[in-house]
């Protein structure tokens, strides 16, 4: 008698679940954000929860995402979660999917950035790839990848929704503030998304009044003077080396 080999059975638990239940950021928490751009933001963060640029704004130059995280993992080339997706996130969710990188399929399309127009989504950000891109325009539905091919995916699992993921080379919690504009994507803690919103306002207050001499050509760069000094850099000129 011959078996089917079990290997490939899809098995409950890690790598097969879905949390319905996030902890997500206060709203005007989230709205505050959207006055900073995303390079002040990663300032704040010591520069280290950038997303990978090459996951870029496919959908026009003027969209913008502001809202916590939905995070969806895929089996390369499989796309199940990202629709069950819809029937989880709340108005004001960015949907996050993490694709393992794969240069094959896409797992988004006109049909879901429709059905998630409905929903409320605010946007996606998929690490990988995207098709129907023309009619995801057309649902004016912010979305950030790495690039479109018309090759679709498949729809059996498995898959995972609000579990940690990767995108861009940065871990992604579900409820992670993700803030995403023309300059990229960085992604800010939920657990500091107050405190990092106080010291952004600190940071703006006090480099007003800089910004605004440079503005008018009023600036000097003593300071780089200063680095190259405490460093004993050499400065030469063809006159000092005659």
């Known amino acids: 008698m011959s078996h089917e080999p079990r290997s490939s059975e899809m098995h409950a638990g890690p790598g097969f ?6 902890s997500r950021p206060e709203r005007k928490l989230m709205d505050a954000y959207r006055d900073f751009p995303t390079p002040d933001i990663s300032d704040l963060l010591n520069r280290l929860y950038c997303v990978d640029p090459e996951i870029r704004c496919l959908t026009g130059p003027t969209h913008f995402v502001c809202g916590p995280a939905l995070t969806v993992k895929c089996f390369p080339g499989d796309n199940l ?13 960015v949907v996050v999917i993490d694709t393992g990188r794969s240069a094959t399929n896409a797992v988004l399309g006109d049909l879901i950035c429709t059905k ?5 989504v605010a946007g996606f950000v998929v690490d990988g790839l995207i098709r129907d891109l023309p009619g995801i325009a057309r649902s004016d ?3 950030f990848a790495r690039g479109t091919t018309p090759f679709g995916p498949l729809h059996r699992g498995p898959g995972e929704i609000n579990y940690p ?3 861009g080379g940065i871990v992604v919690n579900p409820g992670d503030l993700l803030v995403g504009d023309p300059a990229g994507l960085v992604i800010v803690p939920n657990a500091i998304v107050r405190e990092l919103l106080e010291r952004l306002v600190q940071h703006k207050n006090a480099n007003s009044e800089y910004f605004e001499s440079v503005r008018r050509g009023n600036f000097s760069n003593e ?3 200063r680095i190259l000094e405490k460093g004993s850099c050499p400065i030469s000129s063809k006159k000092s080396q005659k």
Do not use: E, Y
């Open 81 to 93: 979660m990202v629709h069950k997706s819809l029937d989880i996130a709340r108005p004001g969710d």
């Open 141 to 143: 539905m912010p979305v």
């Open 116 to 120: 998630a127009k409905h929903r409320g």
């Open 165 to 167: 993921i990767c995108c």
């Open 223 to 225: 300071w780089v003077d």
């Open 17 to 22: 679940r879905v949390n319905t239940d996030i």
